[in-house]
């Protein structure tokens, strides 16, 4: 009967849907942030900050030392499978199997399907949780449809990274004491870019009254998918190529690289990213217009678009941002595989 009535989310692309956690994560995948209520969100934070103190005391938890963990990846990554990894250790899984070529040296390369190999890795390693990054926008839906362990997503395509978005609101969370309330600026690649749409839905889905502020060039302008459902959801969406006149309202101004390998490879492609980076670059000078109290965050890597100058200033945040990813991870491991 708990079946019947329970919530799942539809892929955008097609029918594979997978179950909302509401409430309950154990055993669930976790590919989109549409899965989650703010009592979740809540569970998660709580989690995390045990995680924390797990770090901070040094010692490596027995949390997870009966269970394996995949952790499969199609495209580069420095932060997101580092701190996967590093997850798994510092819960003591001493079974995991970790691929970050997976392009390049998997069976991929001989054309095996995204479900096949999913398959395969179930079978050959009889572990508990695979972890899956790759450059489809349905890989995470397709993973889990296939999967009969719990699937989360790293980053698909150019449409969801859900633990991004929870380790940026769990940032905003840390330094601004509120994820309600606030003047978010997005800046960059809002059309190729991930991390951007997933922190969008986890912002309305915390506050559905959230301001948002779309800066970038036309070319890179966030969907309209994305933007008609952060209004219906009750948020209000400004949208400008201006960073200067919106600049002085930001409580939060997350700057996003805009995402070379997503264009084309055409020497079109290539002439219309040359066109466009480089066309806004935080720097000390620009900030000066900014409140003293606001926060700049980006998920990295950053290529030109802030300047190294800004490291300094108490408003950059981006470098405590990643750090957070750790203890979210950590605790998205531990609730997924019921170990919390
Ligand atoms: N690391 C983030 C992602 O995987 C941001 C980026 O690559 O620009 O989406």
Known sequence: MADMAERVVQSPVNHFTVRAIDGQFAGKDFISVDQLGPDD?????????????????????????????AILFYEPSTRTFGSFSAAAHW????????????????????GETLPDTIRSIEQITAYDLIVLRHPEDNSGYEAAHYAKVPVVSGGAG????PTQAMLDLYTIQHKLGRVSGLRVGMLGDLKNGRTVKSLGRALTMMDPGAQFYFI??????MPETEVHGFEQRGARVVQTPDLQSVLPELDVLYVTRIQKERFPDTQEGQALYDSLKGRYIVTPEVMKEAKPDMIVMHPLPRVDEISPEFDADRRAVYFDQMGMGLYIRMALLALLTGKD
């Open 158 to 161: 150019t449409l969801e990274h």
């Open 216 to 221: 970038g060039p036309e070319e890179l302008k």
């Open 41 to 69: 969100v809540t569970r998660l934070f709580e989690v995390a900050r045990n995680m924390e103190s797990i770090v901070a005391r040094r010692e490596t938890s027995d949390l997870l030392a009966k269970i394996g963990v």
């Open 91 to 110: 819960l003591g899984a001493s079974r995991t199997l970790e691929v970050q070529g997976m392009s390049a040296y998997s069976s991929a390369l001989k």
